[in-house]
């Protein structure tokens, strides 16, 4: 088994497609289709049902494509290794973050970085924290950046920055007039939440817990992937969320949200890699950068959304503090 096969076992399966494999990879299509017949032939397994004129993985491809994805990151790595002994003058930077500091936070920072190493190629991929960390834990990130709590010693978290959980309603809701004055008043109304596995709605839940009420208490009416879906329900009326300053800030702004004056604490933004593999050249200036932007508007900002939990509307966009 070689890495080219690997390479285009992969090109297939995500494509479910050779010809097309094939134009991505710049190979010619009997190529392809002879490297993965030499993967089945060699391992005894058929890695794709032929249908017609199209292909699907079968359970062992299915099985074998997480493996391979894998070999071939770790692959990646090790030619990054040697291409750092150029002074990143070339390479890649493979970055997992999570859904609200990848729209929030980290591309300005991917902006200055991309200044100062024009020639290393950054891919970003998003999810929610369990789904970063599982991706850094495998070797598929060199670096993700997570807003909740992990429990995994084979990762090491460094905070970057600082964040504001807030919880904000629609206009049309009760506690406009007349909000909740504890915690034990949050399962009056209905909620809408991220899904289980993300780093706002772990967070959330600690506190709830650390003000000693059960988060199953909760009347979640429903669970959302986005930030932005989620302030759309509450802003058309549908219970409250807890979310970042930073994503409420423009319907505090335009008056579409209400902050609801509950603190919540605040949490912070984590840099994770793992704590066996080798930790990137381009991954350490991407830190040096993040702790050399630090701004005193961040801090600034959180100052001003807390402020605006009784004077309600916040006069500038929130962003998190940079550690």
């Given at each position: 088994?070689?890495?080219?096969?690997l390479?285009?076992?992969v090109?297939?399966?995500?494509?479910q497609?050779?010809?097309?494999?094939?134009?991505?990879?710049?190979?010619?299509q009997?190529?392809?289709?002879?490297?993965?017949?030499?993967?089945?032939?060699r391992?005894r397994?058929?890695l794709?049902?032929?249908?017609?004129?199209?292909?699907e993985l079968?359970?062992?491809?299915?099985?074998?494509?997480?493996?391979?994805?894998?070999?071939?990151?770790?692959?990646?790595?090790a030619?990054?290794?040697l291409?750092?002994?150029?002074?990143?003058?070339?390479?890649t930077?493979?970055?997992h973050?999570?859904k609200t500091?990848a729209?929030?936070?980290?591309?300005?920072?991917?902006?200055a970085f991309?200044?100062?190493?024009p020639a290393?190629?950054?891919?970003?991929s998003v999810?929610?924290?369990?789904?970063?960390?599982a991706?850094?834990?495998?070797?598929?990130?060199?670096?993700?950046?997570i807003?909740g709590?992990i429990?995994?010693?084979?990762?090491?978290a460094?905070?970057?920055?600082?964040?504001?959980?807030?919880?904000?309603?629609?206009?049309?809701?009760p506690?406009v007039k007349?909000?909740?004055?504890d915690?034990?008043?949050?399962?009056?109304?209905?909620?809408?939440?991220?899904?289980?596995?993300?780093?706002?709605?772990?967070?959330?839940?600690?506190?709830?817990?650390a003000?000693?009420v059960?988060?199953?208490?909760l009347?979640?009416?429903l669970e959302?992937?986005?930030n932005?879906?989620?302030?759309?329900?509450?802003?058309?009326?549908?219970?409250a969320t807890?979310?970042?300053?930073?994503?409420?800030a423009?319907?505090?702004?335009?008056g579409l949200?209400?902050?609801?004056?509950?603190?919540?604490p605040?949490?912070a933004?984590?840099?994770?890699?793992?704590?066996?593999?080798?930790?990137?050249?381009?991954?350490?200036?991407?830190l040096m950068?993040?702790?050399?932007?630090?701004d005193?508007a961040?801090?600034a900002a959180?100052?001003?959304?807390?402020?605006?939990?009784?004077?309600?509307?916040s006069?500038?966009?929130?962003?998190?503090?940079t550690?």
């Amino acid at each position: 088994m070689t890495l080219e096969q690997l390479r285009v076992f992969v090109a297939v399966a995500e494509r479910q497609h050779m010809t097309r494999a094939a134009e991505a990879l710049h190979m010619a299509q009997s190529a392809v289709s002879a490297a993965i017949a030499a993967l089945e032939s060699r391992h005894r397994a058929r890695l794709f049902n032929r249908i017609g004129r199209g292909i699907e993985l079968t359970e062992a491809g299915t099985l074998f494509l997480d493996e391979a994805r894998a070999v071939l990151a770790r692959a990646e790595a090790a030619e990054l290794v040697l291409s750092e002994l150029g002074g990143l003058r070339r390479g890649t930077l493979t970055i997992h973050a999570s859904k609200t500091i990848a729209s929030y936070w980290l591309p300005r920072h991917l902006v200055a970085f991309r200044r100062a190493y024009p020639a290393i190629d950054i891919k970003l991929s998003v999810g929610n924290t369990a789904q970063v960390a599982a991706a850094v834990q495998q070797g598929i990130a060199q670096i993700g950046f997570i807003e909740g709590a992990i429990d995994d010693t084979a990762i090491v978290a460094t905070p970057v920055a600082r964040d504001q959980l807030v919880v904000v309603v629609g206009l049309q809701h009760p506690w406009v007039k007349s909000g909740p004055r504890d915690f034990a008043q949050l399962v009056e109304t209905e909620w809408v939440l991220r899904e289980a596995g993300s780093g706002t709605r772990s967070e959330f839940e600690a506190a709830l817990a650390a003000a000693g009420v059960a988060a199953s208490d909760l009347k979640v009416a429903l669970e959302l992937p986005s930030n932005e879906a989620i302030c759309a329900a509450v802003e058309a009326g549908l219970g409250a969320t807890a979310i970042s300053a930073s994503v409420a800030a423009a319907g505090l702004e335009t008056g579409l949200l209400h902050r609801v004056d509950i603190n919540l604490p605040e949490r912070a933004f984590q840099a994770i890699q793992h704590v066996d593999r080798y930790r990137s050249a381009a991954a350490e200036r991407l830190l040096m950068i993040m702790g050399a932007g630090a701004d005193r508007a961040g801090t600034a900002a959180i100052k001003q959304s807390r402020s605006d939990g009784s004077a309600q509307n916040s006069s500038r966009r929130a962003q998190p503090t940079t550690v």
